[in-house]
C-alpha cells in the first residue's frame, strides 16, 4: 500500500493536469450516508419523492422527506479531511479541477474554486416559474412546500431528480475534463450511476492514469483503474496529501 501511494503521488507531482472526481465515499465521514449500498438511503426510504414527476404531483409529500434529509440531517454536515487536502492541492496548483457526483456543497466549503457539480447542489433552491435562484438560507423552510419571493412559483432543489437531465455546463466541462486530464483521481464512487460514470471511461480512453481510492472494488477497479488505494477517503487522501507536500 504505501508503495502503491508513493507511486501515485509521483504521478501527480509529475502530471500536468490531475482532475478529481469524487461520489458520496468522500463525504460519508462528514455524516453523510451514500444513496446506494447495505448503509444506503434507499435502504429507508423509497425514491420516488425525488422523482420529477412524483414532485410536480405532490410537492408537498417531496419536500416533507427532502427537508427531513437534506436540510435538518445533511445540512449540519462539515468538510471533513478529505475535502480540505483535496482543496488545498488545488491551491498548491496540483489538481487542476473537480468533478464531483455529489450535491453537498461541501468541497466549496473546504476552499475547493474550480468545482462541476455534475447532479447540481442543495444548497441552492430555483422557481419552477420564474427560474429565481435562492440560497437554501434565505427560504423558510418550516412553510412547506417553499414558494419564490418574486413570484409565489413552487421551489425545487436545485439538484437533479429522476427524470431529469444533467445539467448541460457541468457535463460540458467533466467532459472537458476527461479529454484533457492526464492524471484522473476517483475518490468514493462504485461507477454505478450514469451518465457520471462514464467521465472516467472517457478520461482512460483519452491516455489518463487512473488512480482510485475506495474502500470496496467498484465497476471502475478491474476495468480502468491503474492504481488503486484501499481504504477511506480521509485515511488515504491524507497520507497521499502528506507524500505530495513533503516531496
Given at each position: ?212 481510492i475506495n474502500l470496496e472494488i467498484s465497476a471502475y477497479t478491474h476495468s480502468i483503474t491503474d492504481i488503486f488505494l484501499k481504504g477511506t477517503a480521509v485515511e488515504v487522501i491524507g497520507k497521499l496529501f502528506d507524500i505530495i507536500v513533503n516531496k
Amino acid at each position: 500500500m504505501e508503495k502503491l501511494i508513493n507511486i501515485a503521488a509521483d504521478k501527480i507531482i509529475n502530471s500536468k493536469h490531475t482532475t478529481v472526481f469524487t461520489g458520496a465515499g468522500i463525504s460519508v465521514e462528514s455524516g453523510i450516508p451514500p444513496f446506494r449500498g447495505k448503509n444506503g438511503l434507499w435502504n429507508k426510504y423509497n425514491p420516488e419523492f425525488l422523482d420529477i414527476s412524483y414532485f410536480y404531483k405532490n410537492p408537498l409529500n417531496s419536500w416533507v422527506t427532502i427537508k427531513e434529509i437534506f436540510y435538518d440531517y445533511f445540512g449540519k454536515a462539515l468538510p471533513n479531511k478529505a475535502h480540505e487536502c483535496v482543496a488545498q492541492l488545488e491551491k498548491l496548483g496540483y489538481v487542476k479541477a473537480i468533478i464531483t457526483q455529489n450535491i453537498d456543497n461541501l468541497h466549496t466549503n473546504a476552499g475547493s474554486k474550480i468545482v462541476y457539480e455534475f447532479h447540481g447542489n442543495s444548497r441552492k433552491l430555483v422557481c419552477l416559474e420564474c427560474n429565481s435562484v435562492f440560497a437554501v438560507e434565505t427560504i423558510n423552510l418550516n412553510i412547506l412546500p417553499p414558494k419564490c419571493k418574486k413570484c409565489n412559483g413552487l421551489l425545487k432543489p436545485d439538484f437533479i431528480f429522476f427524470g431529469e437531465d444533467i445539467p448541460s455546463f457541468a457535463y460540458q466541462k467533466s467532459v472537458e475534463e476527461a479529454n484533457i486530464a492526464d492524471v484522473f483521481l476517483i475518490i468514493g464512487t462504485t461507477g454505478e450511476v450514469m451518465p457520471a460514470c462514464n467521465i472516467p471511461i472517457i478520461a482512460k480512453k483519452n491516455g489518463a492514469f487512473i488512480i482510485e481510492i475506495n474502500l470496496e472494488i467498484s465497476a471502475y477497479t478491474h476495468s480502468i483503474t491503474d492504481i488503486f488505494l484501499k481504504g477511506t477517503a480521509v485515511e488515504v487522501i491524507g497520507k497521499l496529501f502528506d507524500i505530495i507536500v513533503n516531496k
